[in-house]
């Protein structure tokens, strides 16, 4: 009975020394795949996406850390067009989002709020519509949040006024109703970040509601 027992005994040891990193790139590698079976690239920059490959840290446009995973996403200006979906909210430890200037379409996906370590997020120039997710508000680390020029309507959440390090906030061009947050760093936003909506002003807290004229 020894050698039976002796076997997932040593089975145990390894998957004890080796066990997040295989673990941890497979799904950023997965939740990648998943959004680029979402997406058309008429100039093939997502060629070298293989599934098959351990992690996803070769891959171009993906950057990794020394422990393989993934903290930068770069799709800026890269002409591909499609959907966000709730799988790029398992990309933990991502800082960086850049999918400016392209054609995505749709909403942007509550999950987003569940990238902890971010620290930019670009989403700007696409034709998102809906309303800016709330969850944004949980993105302690963010420092830049660039939304401008897309349909994105509804009110300014106020979740985002809690962002102690937000120093880029930009959502001109859009379809925003309501007032303009005044608590926080919005204070400090030039009004320029807020032009070309249908926002009325800064807020009057106490005299009209915050979502005022939506």
């Known amino acids: 009975m020894a050698p039976f027992s002796f076997i997932p005994l ?56 020394s ?35 392209n054609d995505f379409i749709g909403k942007i996906p509550e999950e987003l709020g569940n990238l902890k370590a971010l620290i930019s997020m670009d989403l700007y120039g696409n034709k998102f519509e809906g309303k800016i997710p709330k969850s944004f508000g949980k993105l302690k680390s963010l420092k830049f949040l660039r939304l401008n ?11 985002l006024t809690r962002l102690a390090n937000l120093k880029v906030f930009d959502v001109s061009n859009n379809d925003l109703c309501g007032t303009i947050p005044i608590d926080g760093n919005f204070g400090s936003f030039p009004v320029e970040s807020f032009e070309n909506n249908r926002l009325n002003g800064p807020e009057l807290k106490g005299l009209v509601p915050y979502d005022f004229g939506c």
């Open 10 to 65: 040593f089975l145990l040891l390894l998957l004890l020394q080796f066990p997040l990193p295989s673990l941890s790139t497979n799904s950023e590698g997965n939740a990648l795949h998943a959004l680029r079976t979402r997406l058309s690239d008429p100039n093939n920059v997502l060629h070298s996406w293989d599934p098959t490959l351990v992690n996803p840290c070769t891959w171009f446009h993906v950057t990794c850390d």
């Open 67 to 101: 422990n393989n995973h993934v903290i930068r996403l770069d799709l800026g200006n890269s002409n591909i067009s499609g959907s966000l979906g709730p799988e790029l909210g398992q990309l933990y430890h991502l800082r960086y989002l850049e999918l400016y200037s």
């Open 149 to 159: 020029n897309n349909k994105l309507t509804g009110p300014i959440p106020r979740q």
